[in-house]
């Protein structure tokens, strides 16, 4: 989509966010060469904060390339923000309801039309101690195999400094200013899975390799070597339930 179709709610939304995002934060912002300058494509974006989803729209928006998000259907409820999501074509996700195939449909029709989608391939704030990108679920694979669009992998980080995610008090710290850093690559190589039935097991690969392209930009971001192998909050669940249990028949 070309600045000249970003249209009203874009806009209107990018008068309100936009100044600020420029006031409070300084910008690191790479890689906008990797943006398709035409076509559909899908960004994979890792998601560290609950201010994330803003700096990484100020940076996509300045590409020329709005994003349509993946958004939880409960925003689009909200007042004024669910005008402006809907305003700007942002697709709801209804978990696990008869709705659910909606979002994808909707991804599959956007990218098909052209446009960019937006997706958070953990499907929530990351809950790894460190920071670093979680095991990611397979919708942003399951889309990409479909339509064989560019994947675009971004790192981003410095929001998370700002607004760190799931704090026991909702602590903001905005001073000093931080640097709102945000790298995009190239696309990622999925034509190994272009030609395979999409099972359990080829979605989980071709999700590892997202995470891994992903977790990569980030290391370079950081200047650290992320864990060999990412955080499962499934499987950190589990073993902590299995813990109490054990500690429970003590």
């Not at 409820?77 to 074509?89: A, D, K």
């Not at 981003?156 to 000093?176: D, I, R, T």
């Not at 999409?198 to 590892?208: M, N, R």
């Amino acid at each position: 989509m070309s600045r000249r179709r970003i249209g009203f709610w874009y806009r209107l939304a990018a008068v309100i966010a936009k100044p600020p995002l420029v006031v409070l934060f300084k910008r690191d912002w790479r890689g906008m060469e990797h943006m398709p300058a035409d076509g559909g494509f899908i960004t994979a974006v890792n998601h560290n904060s609950y201010l994330d989803p803003l700096s990484y729209a100020h940076y996509q928006y300045n590409t020329g390339r709005v994003p349509r998000f993946l958004a939880k259907a409960a925003l689009f409820r909200t007042p004024f923000v669910g005008s402006i999501l809907h305003g700007t074509g942002q697709i709801p996700v209804y978990r696990e309801t008869t709705n659910a195939l909606d979002a994808f449909r909707a991804a599959v029709d956007a990218i098909e039309r052209g446009e960019c989608v937006a997706i958070y391939p953990e499907g929530t704030i990351t809950r790894d101690p460190d920071v670093w990108p979680m095991a990611g679920k397979t919708g942003a694979a399951r889309i990409a195999l479909l339509t064989k669009a560019p994947v675009i992998p971004v790192a981003q980080w410095g929001a998370n400094l700002a607004m760190p995610p799931y704090a026991k008090e909702n602590k903001v710290s905005l001073f000093p200013r931080k640097t709102l850093r945000v790298l995009a690559g190239p696309p990622v190589d999925l034509s190994p899975y272009y030609d395979r039935e999409p099972t359990p097991e080829v979605l989980k690969q071709a999700t590892e390799t997202i995470m891994a392209a992903i977790t990569e930009l980030l290391e370079e971001l950081r200047g650290e070597q992320a864990p060999a192998q990412p955080y499962d909050h499934r499987k950190a669940r589990a073993e902590q339930r299995r813990k109490a249990a054990g500690e429970g028949t003590k």
